[in-house]
């Protein structure tokens, strides 16, 4: 038997979070990954039993930062996101609030735009399925039903569905996930669900600033092509790369997100550019451009997580948040005199 075969017979077809494994997926290829990740996971597993025994919380700090780098167990994920978020904080000071909202005042076209989105969100997914026991569904319509009365300048959006889903997958509670999101679209990610989507908008002009500093011949090919960004990184940006890259990515990604913030983003995108610069650069239409940028987020490069976190702190090199806040009050500004 080739060695694709007896790997798929070995790789459970659905991985540990629900999700079916596709048809093209590469299960030689994951299990030589896994091979190796698994040693570093347990390690890091024993190191973060050891900073976390006896203490009640998790506080931002220099040993917790480097950890988190390095990845959180998923055993651990929801106290330590909770903690270096502050969503934590945010519960323990608003008892009961959770619970308030869900007896909150009825508003048909809430509960509609997000019931419509329901049955869109992870179809791959069998703890998201109608017939699980229990469906993820009900728990994740009450998530984003709590925070659209929560926050009702926003209400819900397009995109919530993924993130609160992710979250309840971490976390497996309904109620640390209402406050990890309120954390990420009230704090961490600077009004990217408003009608205006303003925020979402500007960064996505933050990405091109950045290109053009760091990788301008790939700008120069975007200007040339007349390609927005939009077009190719809006999804990046607005699901937080749930359902473009890896599961295990994507949250070791969210490790750092909660604790970092949204510069995290920026390191993400830069590297996955400047890691298939060449790829890019071979585009000779706007429809191959688009189709390069789909490819770039698929492959050996993504799949191993812990690899990848390492290169997305050295590649897209110096990124402070002081250059990330400049770069957004400029792009701000122009797309506000854009009208």
């Known amino acids: 038997m080739e060695p694709e075969g007896r790997a798929r017979d070995r790789v459970p077809r659905i991985d540990p979070y629900g999700f079916e494994r596709p048809e093209d997926f590469d299960y030689a290829a994951y299990e030589e990954f896994l091979s190796t990740y698994l040693v570093i996971l347990t390690r890091r597993a024993i190191k973060w039993s050891k900073l976390l025994k006896g203490s009640s919380g998790v506080q931002r700090s220099g040993t917790v930062k480097r950890y988190i780098r390095k990845g959180v167990p998923l055993e651990h994920r929801a106290r330590v996101w909770m903690g270096v978020s502050g969503a934590q904080a945010q519960m323990d000071q608003n008892p009961g609030y959770y619970h308030r909202l869900l007896q ?17 969100t992870f179809p791959d997914n069998v703890k998201f399925r109608k017939n699980a026991d229990p469906c993820l569904q009900k728990t994740l319509y009450n998530i984003l039903l709590a925070y659209g009365r929560h926050n009702e300048g926003v209400g ?184």
């Open 104 to 120: 909150g005042e009825r508003s048909d076209r809430l509960e509609e735009a997000i019931r419509t989105d329901m049955n869109r």
């Open 156 to 339: 819900y959006c397009q995109g919530m569905n993924f993130i609160a889903g992710y979250l309840l997958l971490a976390t497996k509670s309904e109620e640390e996930s209402f406050w990890l999101l309120d954390a990420l679209l009230g704090r961490i990610l600077p009004d990217y669900y408003g009608p205006a989507m303003l925020g979402l908008k500007t960064d996505q002009e933050v990405l091109g600033e950045l290109v053009k500093t760091k990788l301008p011949a790939v700008a120069a090919l975007m200007d040339g092509h007349g390609v927005l960004w939009t077009l190719v990184v809006s999804r990046w940006f607005i699901c937080l790369f749930v359902d473009i890259l890896p599961v295990e990515t994507v949250f070791r990604i969210w490790d750092c997100l909660f604790n970092e913030g949204s510069k995290i983003i920026f390191r993400v995108a830069l590297t996955l550019i400047k890691q298939h610069q060449g790829f890019i650069l071979e585009a000779t239409s706007v429809v191959d451009i688009c189709e390069r940028f789909k490819e770039i987020t698929r492959g050996s490069l993504v799949t191993d997580c812990h690899t990848f976190m390492q290169k997305i702190f050295s590649e897209p090199g110096s990124l402070s948040m002081a250059t990330i806040t400049r770069l957004r009050e400029s792009c701000r500004a122009k797309l506000l005199a854009q009208g």
